[in-house]
Each structure stands twice: as C-alpha cells, then as structure tokens.
C-alpha cells in the first residue's frame, strides 16, 4: 500500500492550515484553522473490507513539567510518549481519498461531537480529551481530528504519524468512547497491509526557521 498528501511531503513541514496550533503575533500559540490535511491511498489488497486510518504524535514529552512554560524549555532528551491527533475506523473499501478540510474545520472548544467523515465510518477520541480536561472553558470529548500543537517551548521537532490500514472486516464493533487501545486491541489478526506518512511541526521559535 502507498498514502500521499497533497498537504505536505512525507518527511516535510506540515502547514499551520492544519495545525491546533500557529504561533501568534503577540503569542507563542494561539488557535489555528486546524483543517484535516488531504490524504489519498492506493494499492490495498483485493481482499480488503475497511480501512482504519490514524494519526499519532510519537515525541509527547513523557512529563509535563516544563511544558509550556515561559523561562523553561522542555529537553529534547526527555523521553517521548505518544499523543492521538485522530481515529477514524469503518472505512469504506471504495473511499480511497479525503479532501483538505472534509473531516476538520477550525477548533472547536469542547470537542467535535459528530465529526465529518465518509458515510459508516466512525471515530474515536483524539489525546486533547485528556489534555483540555482540567480546563473549564475547553473541557469535554474530542472527537476526530484535531492537529498539531506541540509544547511551544519544545526543542524537540514532533513527529506526526499518519496511518492507513487495511482489513479483513467490514467493521471493528467499536463505537462511542473508543481509545487508540481499543482499536490496536480490535485490529489485531485483521491487518492485511499499511502505508505511512511523516509530517513535522513545532512551535519551537529556534526550530520555526530551521532546516528539517
């Protein structure tokens, strides 16, 4: 299997256009138009039933001490967890492509509650469920895709995983609530191909104009 984006290369910056998060005038971050990137899949195997399609930060600082806080800068030594940017599962066979902005447009404060997506599929929480959920103006269950907004004080360039695969069943039985756990765990013994793509973004004023 291939997956390409009109969006951005693989291994290339991807614009702030479908970001969470932009750097402002005034701001280190302030909120950006967090549009899905275009993504497109080709070659799945004959006997495929849906595809799952995912995309998962793998530089999240594992402690969360320093981030985001003036003065400070989190290590790029520190080590990495991951962070859920999307799930979406129930994939038509036929639907081999989504446009820029078809499942995701602008931030929404509590959460997409009936995200956009092609006709059966469904989608899971994304990690900023978690990360808003001390937060009363923004608290709630984030839904579908949300973008990049990495710690703006991280030295570290993020690594955004998009991930499409094909299965054997036409469904995973997953619905409501559902974590990236739960879909690894449904997954599994269903798996026939995948293809990857790697975008980068950071809001690290020392990485903005830096080469990749």
Same mark, same amino acid.
């Given at each position: &299997?291939?997956?390409?984006?009109?969006?951005?290369?693989?291994?290339?910056?991807?614009?702030?256009?479908?970001?969470?998060?932009?750097?402002?005038? $005034?701001?280190? @971050?302030? /909120?950006?138009t967090n549009r899905n990137p275009h993504l497109a899949w080709?070659?799945?195997?004959?006997?495929?039933?849906? /595809?799952?399609? &995912? @995309?998962?930060?793998?530089?999240v600082p594992s402690k969360p001490d320093d981030v985001n806080?003036?003065?400070?800068?989190?290590?790029?030594? =520190?080590?990495?967890?991951?962070?859920?940017?999307? =799930? &979406?599962? $129930?994939?038509?066979?036929? +639907?081999?492509?989504?446009?820029?902005?078809? @499942?995701?447009?602008?931030?929404?404060?509590?959460?997409?509650?009936?995200?956009?997506?092609?006709?059966?599929?469904?989608?899971?929480?994304? $990690?900023?469920?978690?990360?808003?959920?001390?937060?009363?103006?923004?608290?709630? $269950?984030?839904?579908?895709?949300?973008?990049? @907004?990495?710690?703006?004080?991280?030295?570290? &360039?993020?690594?955004?995983? /998009?991930? +499409? /695969?094909?299965?054997?069943?036409?469904?995973l039985g997953l619905s409501g609530r559902f974590t990236l756990?739960?879909?690894?765990?449904?997954?599994?013994?269903?798996?026939?191909?995948?293809?990857?793509? !790697?975008? =980068?973004? !950071?809001?690290?004023?020392?990485?903005?104009?830096?080469?990749?």
């Amino acid at each position: &299997m291939q997956i390409k984006s009109e969006s951005f290369q693989d291994g290339a910056r991807i614009p702030a256009e479908f970001a969470f998060g932009k750097p402002g005038p $005034d701001s280190p @971050c302030i /909120f950006s138009t967090n549009r899905n990137p275009h993504l497109a899949w080709s070659d799945a195997p004959a006997a495929t039933r849906s /595809f799952v399609l &995912m @995309c998962i930060d793998s530089d999240v600082p594992s402690k969360p001490d320093d981030v985001n806080q003036a003065g400070r800068t989190v290590p790029a030594s =520190l080590p990495r967890a991951e962070f859920v940017h999307w =799930l &979406m599962l $129930d994939i038509s066979p036929e +639907v081999r492509e989504l446009g820029a902005g078809s @499942c995701a447009e602008g931030v929404i404060p509590r959460g997409q509650r009936e995200p956009f997506g092609p006709e059966d599929s469904v989608q899971g929480l994304n $990690d900023f469920t978690g990360w808003f959920a001390g937060d009363a103006d923004m608290a709630g $269950d984030y839904f579908g895709y949300d973008g990049p @907004c990495p710690p703006w004080n991280d030295e570290l &360039m993020h690594h955004y995983h /998009f991930q +499409v /695969f094909a299965l054997d069943v036409a469904t995973l039985g997953l619905s409501g609530r559902f974590t990236l756990a739960d879909v690894r765990n449904a997954m599994q013994g269903h798996v026939l191909a995948e293809a990857g793509l !790697t975008g =980068l973004y !950071t809001l690290y004023p020392p990485l903005l104009n830096s080469a990749d």
